[in-house]
């Protein structure tokens, strides 16, 4: 029994305005990520962000991050993110949080 | 000359009430934001404790922002499929001095930041802070920002720039980041009519009610929380990171667990998601503070760690609001005494010990810790909630059973040894104070 409505993950993501910048504020060495086994990020990432590859590789998008910061902080893999705040005025604008 | 006297980072409430304070003692302040409106970044799990504007705002609830005042606080403890609350409600909170509000935080950011843009400072929008300028003595003396000649140099710099604080992280005055300090808060914002809201939670006109969850994170250490807007609800969890990621749970799952939750879903029924967000915790409280106090730079709010999670004390925003106005007095009176050294701004931190600020979390330091144990988080629910089941109910012609079988039974099938039971009351005993 469904007793609200039901959301998909992107309906979800596309409540929260997100003023997107061309410059990606972090960036994913992908050459660290190959060889991690436990993935930390792909699972505590609110906006569910990173992505494993076929290859063994991980696709990050940065467009709808939350800037929250638990990726970094989970990553056991020194180097394999670099993070920082977007440029001013843009990335995630809340609006009744 | 410097481009200003003090340059607060961030329009948080600390950064908000670091300005106000400021400006207050005559000081040419600059408070920069990134978002493009203060609030912007901004979330939280859910009520504000107001009264310490009381001393930089007189009569700040006359025009601050509130969406309805706290009237019942609530204690919820569920097991699988109990649910055990504890619920105070007192009417008087909803009148002035009143106690806890709750808000949206773009609305409440906002108006804070005006109230320093009242008093006199100036307030830059849209400006990311890159990092610190020091002098030749490595003396913090401004910051650099992502605007074209964008170095803004002054005698004392505020930071007040968040949980992830990178200007405290870049002048050294944070050990390195440990998971294990940190939460991650996920919220859901409902939208319901104020009409189902009131009949629902049991309120009239602004009263609102907040209630804080032990259990129903699907296994994950954290906690859970609801409360209501005036015509939204927002329902979210607080995750440990450490145990996110290792149990392999994803955040938005288990907010749809706790939703599912019998006592929870008929309060959330019906509800549309209107806005998701999630923002970091600084959890671990006196455990994982960095220094804060440089040679001219102050650290503030959640920058400085300054968030209390002690179970059945959950604040931040009257932490950031009351550290940022000490932080701006202090500076100002430095800038007086034309000394902005670490020492003469120590006055800042010996304002911070005598007063709420970090009283509440020396005297608390044992507690975010013991919330968030694995045996708290994971057997203790079912066992208050095994024996309240048990007490309530009448399995007649059995007589009923002494609580104090009960408790031991109940304790045992619980998983839980006696001597864990003592060690933990006494723990929360001492703990509480």
Redesign the interface.
């Known amino acids: 029994m469904t007793?609200?409505?039901d959301?998909s993950?992107q309906?979800?993501?596309d409540?929260?305005e997100f003023?997107i910048h061309e410059r990606a504020h972090i960036t994913v060495n992908d050459d660290s990520c190959r060889g991690c086994t436990?993935r930390?990020?792909v699972?505590?990432c609110?906006?569910?962000l990173f992505v494993p590859t076929s290859d063994g590789g991980i696709l990050f998008n940065y467009e709808n991050c939350?800037?929250?910061?638990?990726c970094y902080?989970?990553c056991n893999k020194e180097g394999a993110i670099t993070w920082?705040?977007?440029?001013?005025?843009f990335?995630?604008?809340?609006?009744?949080? | 000359m410097t481009d200003a006297d003090i340059i607060v980072v961030g329009a948080g409430p600390a950064g908000s009430c670091a300005a106000i304070a400021a400006a207050r003692s005559g000081k040419r302040v600059v408070l920069i934001e990134r978002g493009p409106f203060p609030g912007s970044k901004n979330m939280y799990g859910g009520v504000i404790y107001p009264r310490i504007l009381d001393e930089l705002i007189p009569h700040w609830f006359e025009t601050a922002p509130i969406q309805r005042w706290v009237v019942r606080r609530s204690t919820m403890v569920l097991s699988d499929t109990g649910a055990l609350n504890i619920d105070y409600r007192s009417n008087a909170w909803g009148q002035a001095p009143y106690n806890g509000a709750t808000a949206y935080r773009p609305d409440f950011d906002n108006w804070l930041a005006q109230q320093a843009v009242a008093a006199g400072a100036d307030l830059i929008c849209s400006t990311t802070v890159t990092g610190l300028l020091r002098d030749d003595q490595g003396r913090v003396c401004g910051v650099s920002t992502d605007r074209p000649d964008g170095d803004l140099t002054a005698s004392v710099v505020i930071a007040c720039d968040g949980v992830n604080s990178f200007l405290a992280k870049q002048a050294g005055l944070y050990p390195t980041a440990d998971a294990d300090n940190y939460t991650l808060g996920v919220k859901e914002t409902l939208s319901l009519s104020k009409h189902i809201i009131d009949e629902r939670f049991g309120v009239r006109d602004n009263q609102g009610v907040d209630i804080e969850i032990l259990g129903g994170t699907s296994g994950v250490n954290g906690g859970g929380f609801i409360y209501t807007n005036l015509d939204t609800i927002a329902v979210g969890v607080v995750l440990k990171l450490s145990k996110l990621s290792a149990q392999k749970k994803r955040p938005e799952d288990i907010i749809a667990e706790l939703k599912r939750h019998p006592a929870i879903a008929p309060l959330v029924e019906g509800g549309q998601v209107v806005e998701y967000s999630a923002h970091l915790i600084p959890e671990a409280g006196l455990e994982m503070m960095p220094k804060m106090v440089a040679d001219g730079l102050l650290i503030a709010g959640d920058a400085a760690a300054l968030c209390l999670a002690a179970g059945i004390w959950l604040e931040g925003v009257n932490f950031a609001m009351a550290s940022g106005m000490y932080a701006g007095q202090s500076a100002s009176a430095a800038i007086n005494a034309n000394n902005v050294s670490a020492n003469s701004l120590k006055s800042y931190t010996d304002r911070l010990n005598k007063t709420f600020v970090l009283q509440d979390h020396k005297k608390l330091r044992k507690i975010p810790h013991l919330v968030l144990s694995d045996r708290i988080q994971h057997k203790y629910p079912a066992f208050v909630t095994g024996v309240v089941e048990r007490m309530f109910r009448v399995d007649n012609p059995t007589p009923k059973p002494g609580v104090r079988r009960i408790v031991s039974q109940e304790r045992k099938k619980a998983g839980i040894k006696l001597s864990e039971l003592v060690r933990d009351a006494l723990t929360g005993l001492k703990g509480f104070g």
């Open positions: 007793i609200w409505p959301i993950f309906d979800r993501i409540t929260s003023r436990t930390e990020c699972v505590a609110p906006a569910n939350y800037e929250c910061g638990t902080l989970v920082t705040y977007p440029e001013g005025g990335g995630i604008v809340f609006h009744r949080t």
